[in-house]
């Protein structure tokens, strides 16, 4: 939600690909004592739209690569 303070467009907006799948989710609009159920559509579609950001979708397994 913090993505209407970047005017700058200084965020690069990454995205799971997972999270696209699902109907609704939860955030905190920059208020950590508030709650927020959106539509995913409503995200992607709107808000992502009205800030300028473009996301990135990735697809994040949870598993780590060996360094080395």
Known sequence: MGLVFDRE???CLLVDRDLLALERICVHPCVNTESLVLRVA???EV???HTGHTPTILEITGEAEAQG
């Open 42 to 44: 409503d995200l992607t």
């Open 9 to 11: 467009k200084r965020v």
């Open 47 to 49: 808000f992502f739209r």
